[in-house]
């Protein structure tokens, strides 16, 4: 009887926390905190996949622009310092994401580099496989693009989660989670974009 009386007073009980904690955050934090991880994975492949491009793409045009050496040599000494800077997502620290975003900036500069040899080589810029490798190279930037997007998107909900009521009480009481840092440009690319650009006809 004891248990009956027991089990009719606890069963309302956890029917009220259960409903209580499902509106609070306790599976979106977590939930949320993937996402984040996942976007930021998606960045690396993409950023991995344009580096898988670069090697053709410098050997097609090393067979037009042989005096371009030190271009070509930029490229490729920026891609080898892009790929050596690796990040966990689950463990990646503001520094970490600045150093791995830096690197890849220095790769994107030298890349623009690169294609804009097209315009001194006609012959570079008639060549197929430099054509189909320019595409592939433009979409896997546009890819990038949409990859950080969706990284910041995803780091916002995650800070809202974690920063507004009601579901920031959740987080004080089970997980305990900073705000993470959002994606930035570095410092120089920063200057860069906020310069006016100049168009000269």
Not at 68 to 90: W, Y
Not at 100 to 127: F, I, M, T, V
Not at 154 to 159: L, T, V
Request: hydrophobic content about 35%; charged content about 20%; aromatic content about 6%.
């Amino acid at each position: 009887m004891k248990n009956g009386r027991l089990l009719s007073l606890l069963l309302p009980a956890l029917t009220t926390m259960a409903f209580l904690t499902t509106g609070c955050g306790v599976q979106s934090i977590p939930q949320t905190k993937n996402k984040v991880e996942a976007s930021l994975a998606e960045i690396t492949n993409q950023y991995k996949r344009r580096s898988d491009l670069i090697p053709n793409l410098v050997n097609t045009v090393k067979g037009y622009a042989k005096h371009e050496q030190n271009t070509l040599e930029g490229v490729v000494e920026a891609r080898s310092k892009a790929t050596q800077i690796t990040i966990d997502p689950s463990k990646a620290t503001p520094e970490q994401i600045q150093k791995y975003s830096e690197a890849q900036g220095q790769l994107s500069q030298a890349l623009g580099r690169l294609l804009l040899l097209k315009e001194s080589y006609p012959n570079l810029k008639a060549d197929q496989n430099f054509q189909n490798l320019q595409a592939q190279l433009e979409g896997t930037e546009n890819r990038i693009t949409v990859s950080r997007q969706r990284y910041i998107e995803a780091i916002q909900e995650f800070n809202n989660l974690v920063t507004v009521m009601p579901t920031s009480w959740t987080n004080s009481l089970f997980f305990h989670y900073e705000k993470m840092p959002q994606w930035d440009v570095t410092p120089a690319e920063k200057e860069k974009v906020e310069q006016a650009p100049k168009v000269e006809f």
